[in-house]
């Protein structure tokens, strides 16, 4: 495709009128790619008559938002951490703050990460205190969240405990998720590059979305999430995502991969 690397500059700020996604907060390289590939592969001659398709068509605009909002995700992703939050991380947040914790899972994706989140949970608090706020930027996932069907590779890393306790089989290859755990989940659209973030947070986990930001991103984004936290309130992050500068944003190193507001 000729002229693509000149557009690119005029296609972000494009993006950003009709998504509301800036690109620059991403990587850039990874990004372009990653834009360039779905552009050829869709069949558009390069960024405009692309930018000019996905403002008169919705679905494809949803489509090019799904794309490029990396979507992977799984129950109970590097088991050894989820292990760590239940039993040092939740037992000491509800010391600290009684039962009823407000609990954001950012950059949710498909649900697997909040459902984890209330299944962990339900051992240690009734699961009528439960709730959980969800958020994404992609509505497809957010959709695919509230119904709650997932494939056998969603559940491979679930302990088999909560997989005979919350999910019905449905045939051979799908699995659902029981009323009662979906009914402590709350699922919204959210962009963590410009909403408003929400106040008086005891746990954030926010996991596999930060990789793919720019420096300055990330640290508007942690800044961001140090004010929605109480203090004592903890950060859950991925497991390649290790704040170098926690003390720098005000956090206290807990144990690996979990920062807590000092
Ligand atoms: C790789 S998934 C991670 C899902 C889950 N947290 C996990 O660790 O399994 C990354 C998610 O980040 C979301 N995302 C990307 N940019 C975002 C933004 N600016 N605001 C909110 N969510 C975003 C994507 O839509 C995607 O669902």
Known sequence: MKNMQNNYEDFKKE???????????????????????????????GYVTYTKAISSDTELKEQ?????????????RNPGLWDTLEKVVLPNLIKQFGPNLKIWSAACSTG??????????????????????????????????????????SLKGLPDEYKKK?????????????????????FKKHNLLKDPYP???HLIVCRNVMIYFTEEAKDEIYKKFY???VKGGCLFVGNTEQIINYKELGFGFDKLFFYNKL
């Open 199 to 201: 106040s008086g947070c």
């Open 166 to 186: 919350y999910f019905q089989q449905m045939g051979e290859k799908a699995y659902k998720i029981s009323d009662e755990i979906k009914k402590c989940v709350e």
């Open 15 to 45: 993006v950003l009128k009709l998504t509301g996604i800036d690109l620059n907060a991403y990587k850039e390289r990874q990004m372009k790619r990653r834009i360039d590939t779905l552009i050829s592969r869709n069949g558009f001659d």
């Open 64 to 76: 090019f938002v799904n794309y490029l909002t990396i979507n992977v995700s799984e129950f109970y």
């Open 227 to 229: 004010a929605s936290l």
């Open 112 to 153: 697997d990460e909040p459902y984890s989140l209330a299944m962990v949970l339900a051992k240690q608090i009734p699961l009528d205190k439960v709730r959980i706020y969800a958020t994404d930027i992609d509505e497809q996932v957010l959709e695919k969240a509230r119904i709650g069907v997932y494939g056998p590779n």
